[in-house]
């Protein structure tokens, strides 16, 4: 199971300085324009605390954190769906994702101008959402030429499913996204299979200069309240101080450089952290001498499902999951405690796997 996030916005915004600090690839960042001409893939590691905490009662060999993988998209413009800029081949890629990061230049540096002139996040998230509406309406009206002829040949689902997708045209053309467009539970089997863009889950990170990396600005106001009515999250990261953070490899160092600018940890790690559960994700461990492993499922998993990440094998032939609750584990210290205290649970196929559980798969193949 592979989940991806994809990080869109305008161009020279800081979406590759981004991807750059969360991701195990590297890519070019420039002053220029467009410079990005393709969507770069890589993988990110999910920053998890417990894994070091469990090192602490089980020590190991290796800790092995949880994974998402993360697109950098060549930034959009205006007329992108007209093929301004890179042009709308990297619509395709957004399509592709489970999720988004929209990047927002939420910083003044007058020796990067901005393609429109100046800085202005809530214009830029304008310009992008109305360039992903528009590809929407798209999608939108060929699904209604196809219920059409479905009515003609006497398909008695095909007329509602025509009102449903005018309801939602409409909303699109009104320059709205379609995830705030309220759609009965019922009818949302007309639009499944449309993989709209601007249905897609998403958080907005505002990338601020050095001095508001905790506090904000006045441009990450003018955005909080742009998206006030919408029920998403806002970060605020500051990127070329993470760029800076993620090239030093001394931990001491970073430590330092990280206090100094007032925070606890780098802003990247909590984005990586919001955008895992932003796909629904959740993680469970294995915990032994050789690795400590933190493995990714999306929540309401069963037992043999989560089972059947690690390997297909252990999906196959289930028997039963032992679980031991994270808290549990950390508190009493070690799993003969556990038991001896009535809390290591033997769970059966059914069993939906909760965040932190600490399984041992039972199977036979
Ligand atoms: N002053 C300042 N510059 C930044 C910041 N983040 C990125 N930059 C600079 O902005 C320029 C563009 O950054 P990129 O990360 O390449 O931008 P991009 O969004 O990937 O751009 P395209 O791929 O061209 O769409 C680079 O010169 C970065 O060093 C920031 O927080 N502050
Ligand atoms: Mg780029």
Redesign the pocket.
């Known amino acids: 199971m592979s989940l991806q996030c994809g990080i869109i916005?305008?161009?020279?915004?800081?979406?590759?300085?981004?991807?750059n600090c969360m991701s195990n690839t590297k890519v070019?960042?420039?002053?220029?324009?467009?410079?990005?001409s393709k969507s770069n893939m890589g993988i990110i590691n999910v920053p998890d605390n417990r894994l070091n905490e469990l090192d602490k009662i089980q020590p190991t060999e290796k800790l092995i954190p949880a994974t998402v993988e993360i697109v950098?998209i060549?930034?959009l413009t205006k007329g992108a769906n007209q093929g301004e800029g890179v042009g709308n081949k990297f619509l395709g890629d957004i399509r592709n994702t489970d999720a988004l990061i929209h990047?927002l230049r939420c910083?003044d540096?007058e020796n990067?101008p901005h393609v429109d002139g100046s800085v202005d996040p809530v214009r830029d998230i304008e310009t992008i959402d109305f360039e992903l509406q528009v590809k929407d309406v798209e999608s939108v009206e060929k699904k209604i030429q196809r219920y059409k002829k479905l009515e003609k040949i006497g398909d008695k689902d095909a007329k509602h499913g025509i009102e449903v997708l005018n309801g939602l045209k409409e909303h699109l053309e009104g320059m709205q996204n379609a995830r705030s467009c309220e759609v009965s539970d019922g009818d949302k089997k007309h639009l499944d299979d449309l993989f709209l863009l601007t249905a897609k889950p998403i958080i907005y990170v505002c990338?601020?200069?050095?001095a508001s990396a905790t506090t904000g600005n006045a441009y990450v106001e003018k955005v909080k309240e742009a998206l006030k009515d919408q029920n998403t999250e806002v970060l605020i990261i500051?990127?070329?101080?993470e760029?800076e953070i993620s090239d030093l490899e001394d931990l001491e160092d970073r430590k330092e450089f990280l206090s100094d600018a007032g925070l606890d940890e780098p802003g990247v790690n909590k984005l990586i952290r919001s955008a895992y559960s932003l796909l629904n994700l959740m993680s469970f461990f294995t915990v032994g001498p050789k690795e400590i492993r933190a493995w990714t499922i999306k929540k309401g998993m069963t037992a043999p499902q989560a089972a059947g990440v690690i390997h297909s094998d252990l999906e196959r032939g289930f028997i039963r999951a032992e679980v031991m609750k994270y808290d549990d584990y950390i508190t009493i210290g070690s799993e003969v405690k556990v038991k001896e205290a009535g809390k290591f649970h033997v769970e059966g196929k059914n069993y939906i796997v909760d965040d932190g559980d600490i399984l041992n798969i039972r199977f036979n193949v």
């Open positions: 916005g305008i161009t020279n915004v800081g979406k590759s300085t981004l991807f070019e960042t420039t002053n220029f324009a467009f410079s990005s950098d060549p930034g990047i910083f540096d990067l990338n601020v200069d050095d500051a990127g070329k101080l760029a």
